[in-house]
């Protein structure tokens, strides 16, 4: 690199082009500003960020001198993907850092290999930043409305609305196109959705047959029933359960803290209280927690011995007939917890769901049982014997 004088603009020249001095040329006009100063890379997108951080900082310094309309470089939308995957990992974007697993979940919604937004654009010649707009949101999701699900849509939406928050922040896009972005709404999907009130909800006969089949048939194999049974007596996810440790535990007020720290995370990344634990339940955890002393308990072996128990009771003739498996579990205790008249809110907050409207539209509408009449038992108020005499005082 180096340095070169164009008037009164005091730049370095990148090798990637002359994109620094273009830039700073414009900039100087519109803005009078008598000198400016760019760092040179040898990356032509590093370029890109840095002379956009620039831009910002001279505009700020004019005291809010409104900055040019039109975004000051075009990059290829992988790469934007790419600059948005590391630094969305790495939690230099707003809002809390994210877990490895959400990072994963945006990579593959947004470069997968099947359905994948950078994949999409490329099949149909938008593939750079000038061409990421709402067109380019509403044709994608169109297309994969015949073999998503409409929770998978509406998770590919809110990806594809951050990238564009992303793109203009860094200058890629026009504030119209990232307006127009958040209004669009995710299609109806064609396929209906795998949580369906057919599916049902396990009763206690289908669960205790589970537990059965769980239960280890040679000495020194891992208990997987114990958890098995912990996970439906508390409601807790599969990830949970398995992380449960003693300081969790709180007998003295009948509750079970779920924590979160350095080496476990929940879902929504926040803490909660089961309550209204009975003894029993405690008991289990206790031994639970001995288990996993005793054994190295993973996920994936729970999730091993649970298929196998499946295929057991498939072969058997009786299989189990949830597609999610272990999360019937936690379905069937939100169920369990409404017919002993716990309240929704409470249900809610102790399946650490933020609305009860989650809640009720991903379990209790799946029951098929039979609901008992509220009145079943009681005689009818009005059978009581009448009364000789006129009806009215006056007759």
């Given at each position: 690199m180096r340095k070169a004088r164009r008037g009164d603009v005091d730049l370095v020249r990148l090798r990637s082009g002359l994109l620094g001095i273009r830039w700073g040329r414009k900039l100087s006009r519109e803005a009078g500003?008598?000198?400016?100063?760019?760092?040179?890379?040898?990356?032509?997108?590093?370029?890109?960020?840095?002379?956009e951080r620039r831009r910002i900082e001279v505009y700020a310094s004019l005291g809010g001198v409104r900055p040019?309309?039109?975004?000051?470089?075009?990059?290829?939308?992988?790469?934007?993907?790419?600059?948005?995957?590391?630094?969305?990992?790495?939690?230099?974007?707003?809002?809390?850092?994210?877990?490895?697993?959400?990072?994963a979940l945006y990579r593959t919604l947004l470069t997968g290999k099947r359905g994948g937004l950078v994949g999409f654009a490329a099949s149909i010649q938008r593939t750079t930043t000038r061409q990421l707009d709402e067109i380019l949101i509403e044709r994608w999701l169109e297309s994969e409305r015949l073999r998503a699900s409409r929770d998978t849509l509406r998770l590919r939406l809110i990806a594809a609305r951050r990238l564009v928050e992303y793109a203009k922040r860094r200058g890629f896009v026009s504030?119209?196109?990232?307006?127009?972005?958040?209004?669009?709404?995710?299609?109806?999907?064609?396929?209906?959705?795998?949580?369906?009130?057919?599916?049902?909800?396990?009763?206690?006969?289908?669960?205790?047959?589970?537990?059965?089949?769980?239960?280890?048939?040679?000495?020194?194999?891992?208990?997987?029933?114990?958890?098995?049974?912990?996970?439906?007596?508390?409601?807790?996810?599969?990830?949970?359960?398995?992380?449960?440790?003693?300081?969790?535990?709180?007998?003295?007020?009948?509750?079970?803290?779920?924590?979160?720290?350095?080496?476990?995370?929940?879902?929504?990344?926040?803490?909660?209280?089961?309550?209204?634990?009975?003894?029993?339940?405690?008991?289990?955890?206790?031994?639970?927690?001995?288990?996993?002393?005793?054994?190295?308990?993973?996920?994936?072996?729970?999730r091993e011995a649970f298929d196998r128990a499946c295929a057991r009771l498939a072969r058997e003739g009786a299989p189990w007939p949830f597609t999610r498996k272990t999360h019937a579990l936690r379905s069937a205790y939100a169920v369990a917890s409404r017919h002993a008249g716990v309240p929704l809110s409470i249900v809610a907050l102790r399946l650490g769901h933020s609305s009860e409207r989650t809640t009720e539209r991903h379990y209790f509408g799946r029951t098929?049982?039979?609901?008992?009449?509220?009145?079943?038992?009681?005689?009818?108020?009005?059978?009581?014997?009448?009364?000789?005499?006129?009806?009215h005082p006056t007759e």
């Open positions: 500003v008598a000198a400016i100063e760019a760092t040179g890379t040898d990356n032509e997108r590093e370029a890109g960020k840095i002379l040019v309309a039109a975004p000051i470089a075009t990059v290829s939308l992988g790469d934007l993907v790419a600059d948005f995957l590391d630094e969305f990992l790495a939690g230099e974007l707003p809002g809390r850092k994210p877990s490895t697993s959400t990072v504030g119209d196109a990232l307006a127009a972005a958040r209004d669009v709404n995710a299609p109806r999907a064609a396929r209906a959705p795998r949580r369906t009130r057919q599916e049902g909800v396990a009763s206690p006969e289908l669960i205790a047959r589970l537990l059965a089949a769980m239960t280890p048939k040679r000495r020194g194999a891992i208990p997987f029933h114990r958890i098995a049974e912990l996970q439906f007596r508390l409601g807790l996810r599969r990830g949970e359960v398995i992380a449960l440790d003693s300081h969790w535990l709180r007998e003295d007020l009948g509750e079970v803290h779920v924590t979160v720290d350095g080496a476990f995370e929940t879902k929504n990344h926040e803490g909660r209280i089961v309550d209204g634990v009975d003894k029993l339940t405690f008991e289990l955890a206790r031994e639970v927690i001995a288990i996993k002393r005793a054994y190295r308990v993973t996920v994936c072996g729970y098929n049982e039979r609901q008992r009449s509220p009145f079943e038992g009681a005689a009818l108020m009005s059978c009581a014997p009448a009364r000789s005499g006129p009806m």
